[in-house]
Each structure stands twice: as structure tokens, then as C-alpha cells.
T-cell receptor
């Protein structure tokens, strides 16, 4: 069964540095999402992306964050200047189309900001 | 705004006993409701969904959920719990609009003892 893949599985960075988290959604999916989960806590919506543009974003997704689909397969989340409170698991998800198929999640990237 | 509440941080049940994990929702219009499960260091896995039709929906691993419109609830149930069901369970809701993001509850840890 096709999967959403995320790299790296763990990223350690220093405060103030830029990080890029990478995702490869399932190939025939059209909607893409980033969520984050602070250790063992609630899964929070960050942003959704469709047709090469942001379709929804939460108040968490401020100017420090950006998303991009640089080619036909990758979907990236960039944090420009990381803060300690950005430490979390970041999950990418994708869904096929306009039906009610469930989101498929990757296994996440654990971001640790020191 | 749409939201989901999971009133219990943790549910403890003995193996073989029935289990219920509670969820209530708030959304304008008709809700699309989902349950996901998360095992340690993994992404979220889809269990079941309610879109329309029968109020009792059946999903993976013997789980089912009952949609109750008057109580705005969507409780997850299983007639006989297994130790392997121990995990973090998330209820989620989205608006009746294609591609819109899922909003998750804070999660309930299910612990099944042998």
C-alpha cells in the first residue's frame, strides 16, 4: 500500500536556524497538509495545500513558516528561524481528492530545537 | 469554528471488557467525523469515519462508533478490548467542504490491562 514518507525522522537544530522538513505524499493525492504534535499532546493543524497554493492555515502558521511543492513529488515545510517552542513532531498528510477519503499520515519528523 | 472535545485524558479497561472512548464535536453544518489511532513513534492511522447514513459505523480492528446528532457525540467503542488496543486515540472533525482540514481532539490514551 502506498505511504506518505517523511524525512528526516529526527532533526536537531539550534535556535534561530532554518529547517526544512520534507514529505513525499502519495502519488495520486491532491491535497497536502502539515500538522504538528508537541510531545504526546494534541495534533494541531498548521496548513493545507492544494493546486500549488495554501488553501487553509491556522494561527500557528505565521510568517516563520512556509510550504512549497518544489517538484511533482515533494512537499516541504520550512521554518525560517526556529524557536525552542517549535520542538515537536511534524506530520505530513495527504488525501486523494474531493471525496471523503481519510487522510494518510506519514510517520513524522521529530524536530528538536536546542 | 469547528472543534472536538475528548473529555478523558485516559481510559483504563481490562482485556475482554467493552471499551468506550468519548468524543463530542462542534461544527457548523453537517459534520464529517473520524477516529484515528496513534502508536508510539508512529503517524496517525485511520480507524473509521462517519459521513452520512447509519449512525453506527464500523471500522478497523473491530472498532465501531456511534454518531448521535442530538448529543453532538461520536463515541468510539469496541465490545471486547485487547491489550494491543493500548494506544492514543484521536477524534477529528472537518467541515462539509472538499479538502478542508481535519481538526483533532487532544487525544485519549487507552490502556488495556491483561
Amino acid at each position: 500500500e502506498p505511504e506518505v514518507t517523511q524525512t528526516p525522522s529526527h532533526q536537531v537544530t539550534q535556535m534561530g536556524q532554518e529547517v526544512i522538513l520534507r514529505c513525499v505524499p502519495i502519488s495520486n493525492h491532491l491535497y497536502f497538509y502539515w500538522y504538528r504534535q508537541i510531545l504526546g499532546q494534541k495534533v494541531e493543524f498548521l496548513v493545507s495545500f492544494y493546486n500549488n497554493e495554501i488553501s487553509e492555515k491556522s494561527e500557528i502558521f505565521d510568517d516563520q513558516f512556509s510550504v512549497e511543492r518544489p517538484d511533482g513529488s515533494n512537499f516541504t515545510l520550512k521554518i525560517r528561524s526556529t524557536k525552542l517552542e517549535d520542538s515537536a513532531m511534524y506530520f505530513c498528510a495527504s488525501v486523494r481528492a474531493t471525496d471523503n477519503s481519510p487522510l494518510h499520515f506519514g510517520n513524522g519528523t521529530r524536530l528538536t530545537v536546542t | 469554528a469547528q472543534s472536538v472535545a475528548q473529555p478523558e485524558d485516559q481510559v483504563n479497561v481490562a482485556e475482554g471488557n467493552p471499551l468506550t472512548v468519548k468524543c463530542t464535536y462542534s461544527v457548523s453544518g453537517n459534520p464529517y467525523l473520524f477516529w484515528y489511532v496513534q502508536y508510539p513513534n508512529r503517524g496517525l492511522q485511520f480507524l473509521l469515519k462517519y459521513i452520512t447514513g447509519d449512525n453506527l459505523v464500523k471500522g478497523s480492528y473491530g472498532f465501531e462508533a456511534e454518531f448521535n446528532k442530538s448529543q453532538t457525540s461520536f463515541h468510539l467503542k469496541k465490545p471486547s478490548a485487547l491489550v494491543s488496543d493500548s494506544a492514543l486515540y484521536f477524534c477529528a472533525v472537518r467541515r462539509n467542504q472538499a479538502g478542508t482540514a481535519l481538526i483533532f481532539g487532544k487525544g485519549t490514551t487507552l490502556s488495556v490491562s491483561s
